[in-house]
Structure formats: C-alpha cells, structure tokens
C-alpha cells in the first residue's frame, strides 16, 4: 500500500508547479493522474476497493494542495494553464458579486451536480474507473484553479490557509468523497461484468449507499450555507478583486 501510495500522491504533488508554466491544460490535467489510473485499476481488478478508494482521497487532497500553491505564485497562469479555470472563476466572481448564477441556485447547480455524478458512474462502470478519474482531474483542476486565484487576491490580513478554505467550501469537499465511492461502486460492478466474469463479485451498495449520502449532504450545504459563504468571500475578495464593482478583476 505505501509503494502504491507514494506513486499516486509523489506525481501529484511534484507535476502541478512544474505543468502549470507550460500553459497546456492537457497536460496539466493528465499526467499528474496518469499514475493513480494505473494503481487504481489494478486495485479495481484485484477487488481491493478500499485501497482504490483510500488511494484516490490522497491523490485528490495532494493534487488541491500543490495546484492551489503554484496557482497562488502565478494566478494568471490558469488563463491559459487549466481547462476551464478562468471561466470559472469568472463565474464565481459574479456569484459573489451580485448573487446571480448556479453557485447559489438550486435549479441551476442540481442538475449540473447529477449530470457530473452519472458521467462518473458510467464512465467508471466502462474503464475499470479510469476514465472518471481523468474526469475528475478536469474537475478538480478548474476547481483548485479559482480557489488558487482567490487565495493569491484575498485580503492581505487574511491568512492563506484561511483564504483557501473559504474558497473552497465544505459541500464542494462531500462532492469530492462523493464522486470517490460512487467511481469506485460504478469500477467494482464494471470489472466483474465487463473484464473478469470468472472472479468474485464484490457488493457495492454500501459504496454507492455512501457515495449518494455525501452527495446528499453536498446538494444540502451548498442550499443552506451558499448564500452567508458569498457574504464572507465577498469580504475576503472586496474591491482588491473588482468584487464592488461586480468585476472579474
């Protein structure tokens, strides 16, 4: 499991302020995962769902960290550097400019939310789980992007580590141990119908139970504490960032 660990959780670490000066948003999104891919599906293939599981929460909470902290050294970077960055970020900044927008709408961000959590489950069920995890790599590169860009803007007498958590809010963080357990569920249904017929078929309700329970909790946090979390990013962001005047800065 170390050996496993330190190959998914290194490349993750190291890649992202190396990747990000190139301005190749493939390249930044792919070969940081390329790693986990290859030790999740051998873990998928041997039915060790747990170690997958384990092994792609460490990989994510690396990868959030080192994006986070090359994208605070160079913000512009994501312009051209991260699939989908800067057009994010502009939406979230006129989320917490003016209130308009999916971030704080249930009607909009719900179907966006289940749309990515099917893309997830099927795409698992078809490839041993590695097809959503390149997904999921897009997902949390953009993500990290904007947090990383908050960060770098953010009122100088807030701390970093206070600036990144309020940028990156607790029900983004059930979506991310939502989608894990559900790939994973989708991974473990796929390997024993698709690629190996003759070996054990492991129960994945339990996964897929807790997967939609994170996800719940997701949709319910983000209802509830969406609108106070606007209040506080738009006092981290103020007129630094172009906030006050519903600008993208």
Known sequence: MIPA??????????????????????????????????VYARAILARRHRDAALLTLAWAAAL??????????????????IWHASAYRDEMLRWIATGAGAE???????????????????LSAVSLGVAALLLGALLLGYM?????????HADPKTGPLAAAFLAWPPWPMMRVVSFIFAGTGAALWGVSRLYDRNG?????????????????A?????????????????????????????GTG
């Open 144 to 152: 990290n992007g904007y947090v990383g860009w908050v960060v770098a």
């Open 200 to 216: 054990p078929r492991v129960p994945v309700r339990r996964l897929l139970g807790a997967s939609l329970a994170f996800l719940a």
């Open 104 to 122: 704080g709408s249930i009607l909009l961000f719900l179907p966006r939310v289940i749309l990515e959590y099917v893309l997830v489950v099927v």
């Open 64 to 81: 959030c960290v080192s994006t986070v902290a090359s994208v605070v050294r160079s913000p512009e970077a994501i312009v051209r550097g």
């Open 218 to 246: 997701d949709i319910m946090l983000k209802f509830w504490l969406a609108p106070g979390w606007r209040l506080l990013l738009r006092s981290l962001l103020g007129s630094s960032a172009g906030i006050e005047a519903g």
């Open 5 to 38: 660990l330190a190959a998914c959780v290194i490349p993750a670490l190291v890649l992202p302020p190396l990747l990000l000066p190139l301005r190749n948003p493939f390249l930044f999104a792919v070969l940081p995962v390329l790693p986990l891919a290859v």
